[in-house]
């Protein structure tokens, strides 16, 4: 049945109450037993997010000429990702809503790039492992491309010798994850930069979870491989501020090594009523909140707030994979940042999953190998051992004959 608009309007007290009430049954991430969807980094960090995006609210990041102040931000928290990620003077990038946004717009890029260097008339195609974002497969979608995804290898990383087999004269993009999202793991950029460079195809690097982590993770003596723009034939990275940048929602960023590509990213329009009409990206109008919060957020915190951040992230993980090692689970692969996925040799994950979320902790799960998945904050080192102790509680429940499970869907 439809919800009609009330006829008269209500106090703000009263509906705040309401929807307090309503999220109630929501998932439980301010006491840390949501490891996907939110990023607690801290209450200090939530509230500059909040106070920073309402003071730029009302503001739209579609008129850089009536708002200059969002266009100095934009270009400046371009400029913090690309001192991260060995971008040169000659990157750029913009901001975007998410990674799915950042990801469509690499594809459209390259597509378009491809389009300018050839005479190609036949369908045009992705060549991805296995393991890379459905992003892909959705950006492919709307734009009529074929993907081509190839089993990883069994380490779980991207097959690199399969995937440059499967390239040919129709490949408009390399995809590599840093890292993969159901596994958490780095694939061999340098392996794949190489390829793309040889066979002269586009590579872009899938950072969504690891841009904004990887680099401090590395600066707090973690051995990260070389992942972005310092691997020739790095075209494009994908990284998401509004995960380990701890910024708020929805806000990405799209990067390329020579800011003269984000030419083929735009969209122009003068064939209309209204004038002509240039975006970035795929949206018209830009929430300023987005843009005002990730400048506040990242000059908030500065290199040295992110190390201290990234640090509680990846101590985190450690304890809760030395934890899990010693129930019986299997870590999958050899994560170095903040997701790691637990199978199990005899249980059934799916039961186990089942039976953390009636202790409260609403997770991921991957499915193949089936696992549970973790994409954990600064907040989890505080709980690893709420964590830990309902993972047993879990585990001894569904070996003694529990076998209550959930379905494998989580994002529906």
């Given at each position: 049945m439809l919800k009609s608009m009330p006829t008269q309007g209500r106090s703000w007290h009263e509906l705040q109450d309401e929807m307090l009430a309503r999220g109630q049954g929501d998932a439980k991430w301010r006491e840390g037993k949501t490891a996907v969807y939110v990023f607690n980094a801290g209450e200090d960090v939530a509230q500059v997010q909040k106070d920073a995006y309402t003071l730029y609210m009302s503001e739209n990041g579609l008129g850089p000429a009536a708002f200059p102040s969002l266009k100095q931000m934009e270009a400046e928290v371009i400029g913090m990702g690309l001192s991260l990620l060995h971008g040169s003077p000659a990157a750029g990038g913009s901001m975007t809503s998410g990674g799915t946004d950042s990801i469509t717009m690499a594809v459209k890029t390259a597509r378009?790039?491809?389009?300018?260097?050839?005479?190609?008339?036949?369908?045009?195609?992705?060549?991805?492992?296995?393991?890379?974002?459905?992003?892909?497969?959705?950006?492919a979608h709307l734009m009529d491309l074929e993907i081509r995804r190839i089993p990883c290898t069994s380490d779980l990383l991207a097959d690199c010798d399969a995937m440059e087999k499967a390239l040919d004269a129709n490949t408009i993009m390399l995809v590599g994850s840093a890292p993969n999202f159901p596994y958490g793991l780095i694939d061999p950029i340098e392996q794949l930069g190489?390829?793309?460079?040889?066979?002269?195809?586009?590579?872009?690097?899938?950072?969504c979870v690891g841009g904004y982590i990887a680099p401090f993770a590395r600066m707090n003596g973690a051995d990260i491989p070389p992942f972005d723009f310092e691997v020739a034939g790095v075209k494009s990275i994908s990284a998401d501020l509004h995960k380990y940048g701890y910024c708020a929602k929805g806000a990405s960023t799209?990067?390329?090594?020579?800011?003269?590509?984000?030419?083929?990213?735009?969209?122009?329009?003068?064939?209309?009523?209204?004038?002509?009409?240039?975006?970035?990206t795929l949206a018209g109008t830009r929430p300023g909140g987005a843009i005002s919060a990730a400048w506040a957020v990242m000059n908030y915190l500065g290199v040295e707030g992110y190390r201290v951040k990234q640090q509680q992230v990846t101590d985190a993980r450690a304890i809760i994979e030395q934890g899990a090692t010693a129930l019986g689970f299997e870590i999958l692969g050899k994560p170095q940042l903040g997701i790691v996925a637990l199978a199990h040799p005899r249980e059934d994950i799916f039961a186990i999953y089942k039976q953390m979320f009636k202790r409260g902790w609403f997770t991921s799960l991957a499915t193949a190998p089936k696992a549970l998945h973790l994409m954990l904050s600064p907040f989890h080192l505080s709980i690893t051992d709420t964590y830990l102790g309902d993972l047993e509680a879990s585990l001894r429940r569904v070996e003694a004959g529990d076998k209550d499970r959930v379905t494998e869907s989580r994002y529906s």
């Open positions: 378009d790039y491809f389009r300018a260097n050839t005479s190609t008339t036949s369908r045009l195609n992705l060549v991805l492992p296995w393991s890379a974002h459905p992003a892909f497969d959705k950006a190489e390829i793309a460079c040889r066979r002269d195809v586009w590579l872009h690097v899938d950072a799209i990067l390329f090594s020579d800011n003269s590509l984000k030419t083929y990213m735009q969209f122009d329009c003068e064939d209309w009523p209204g004038g002509r009409m240039i975006t970035p």
